[in-house]
């Protein structure tokens, strides 16, 4: 089959199930694995070229809706009359049902139920460490400064939160992402701060601008100078290269604790 992936995510799913040969052609941010690097590109994925996706004849393109915008993406792709799958998970349990029905989709059933129990089984795995864990920190997890943007209960980094040994500040609200204030924040006192802001390189954060917020020089997180800019792709795109972030979030809270 011919797919296009016009989502970051959606590709590196099809990587976990085997399939990335499948892809054509990918959205401007699609970067892993490597060898989707060598293949055109349609556009950011807020913005896809969709000429550009009819002119390749797919047999199927993934969509998604895990960021605000792309609804606009589905319309385009109905008006085109283009097959399409859309994926939205927001919890690990749903990422591992994406990979049983996209593998479906691409006329391999068994593999995905095959994926689906692979990835079910590493998060027990962390879920049975986290279970013998007494020790746990507050997280506060910054998507965007201003206006600041977090993840709320009803998301997948609530739950990688505590499978490394915390727990998200925000895992009271009732939302899949907050929109919040710096006071907020502050209020809420956080021990660690993790700065995933979307679509933002590493090397351009700056914790000096964290510093710099009015009363944060009181948060718990800014006086013991637990501020982490962590890589938003391990972290803010819905697939099984989360459990990658994951691993990397328990080194950096091992180094503060005896977890």
Known sequence: MRVISICPSNTELLDYLGKIDHLIAVDDFSDYP??????????????????????????????SLSVPGMESNIKALEEKKLPFLVLNPNTLEEIAEDLRTVAEALGDKDLGDEKAGQFRQEVHFYEAA?????????????????????????NWLTE????????????????????????????RNPEHICMVWVGVEEKKMRPELIRKRPGWENVDAVKKDNIHILPESLFCRPSPRLLVGLDKLEQVLKKNSSL
Request: glycine content about 4%; overall charge negative.
């Open 34 to 63: 490597d060898s989707v690097n060598k293949l055109p590109r349609l556009g950011p994925d807020l913005s896809i070229d969709m000429e550009k996706v009819a002119a390749l004849e797919p047999d199927l393109v993934l969509a």
């Open 130 to 154: 986290a279970d013998k864990r007494s020790q746990r920190f507050s997280l506060y997890w910054e998507w965007w400064p201003k206006p600041i943007f977090t993840p709320g209960r009803k």
């Open 160 to 187: 990688i939160s505590r499978l490394s040994g915390g727990w998200n500040i925000f895992e009271t609200e009732d939302a899949a992402s907050i929109q919040t204030d710096w006071e907020d924040v502050r209020k």
